[in-house]
T-cell receptor
Framework: KNEVEQSPQNLTAQEGEFITINCSYS?????LHWLQQHPGGGIVSLFM???GKKKHGRLIATINIQEKHSSLHITASHPRDSAVYIC???????????FGKGTRLSVIA | KAGVTQTPRYLIKTRGQQVTLSCSPI?????VSWYQQTPGQGLQFLFE???????NKGNFPGRFSGRQFSNSRSEMNVSTLELGDSALYLC???????????FGEGSRLTVL
């Protein structure tokens, strides 16, 4: 079993829908990252969380440390949100990131 | 402020050759990490450098090596290339004390 599990693996939504992507992890962590990767390869860091909730525009990320679970929400989804969303955790201070397999999101106009 | 720069962006090699990839981090960032991304395995950690010292190493064979220079630029080298080394190689630099990551566009290696 992977240390970081994401669900769903694939997601298709209509433009305007509210989207939730989930990430569960099995180890203690110091931080969790949500990353976005568009076709072509480049990765953008969306959020880094160690507790609570963060919001940036239409994106909201939450984390529950006790339940070892994080969610990424996209409100009023748009075709430009189509990308792979990757959850990654850092167990402590200077340890390497451990990645989930990613969630491929397609938003249809 | 310039972002993380990786060169070359695309390259094609044949089995048995070697390859060197370069990563220039954001100015002032001293931590550089490297990742391999393949369709089957997803993103996997290769190594991390901080102030010219390797701080962590992933589970890859010794054919994969790296280094960091005094200006924080980093290189990774893969020797005796195998078909399975075909992948997107990404590097990221980390904000000083913030943990925030900034990724380059990647170097896409094809081994024939």
């Amino acid at each position: 079993k992977n240390e970081v599990e994401q669900s769903p693996q694939n997601l298709t939504a209509q433009e305007g829908e509210f989207i939730t992507i989930n990430c569960s992890y099995s180890v203690g962590i110091s931080a969790l990252h949500w990353l976005q990767q568009h076709p072509g390869g480049g990765i953008v860091s969306l959020f880094m969380l160690s507790s609570g909730k963060k919001k940036h525009g239409r994106l909201i990320a939450t984390i529950n440390i006790q339940e070892k679970h994080s969610s990424l929400h996209i409100t009023a989804s748009h075709p430009r949100d189509s990308a792979v969303y990757i959850c990654a955790v850092r167990k402590s201070g200077n340890t390497p990131l451990v990645f989930g397999k990613g969630t491929r999101l397609s938003v249809i106009a | 402020k310039a972002g993380v720069t990786q060169t070359p962006r695309y390259l094609i090699k044949t089995r048995g050759q070697q390859v060197t990839l370069s990563c220039s981090p954001i100015s002032g960032h001293r931590s550089v990490s490297w990742y391999q991304q393949t369709p089957g395995q997803g993103l996997q950690f290769l190594f991390e450098y901080f102030s010219e010292t390797q701080r962590n190493k992933g589970n890859f064979p010794g054919r994969f090596s790296g280094r960091q220079f005094s200006n924080s630029r980093s290189e990774m080298n893969v020797s005796t290339l195998e078909l399975g080394d075909s992948a997107l190689y990404l590097c990221a630099s980390e904000g000083q004390g913030t943990g925030e990551l900034f990724f380059g566009e990647g170097s896409r290696l094809t081994v024939l």
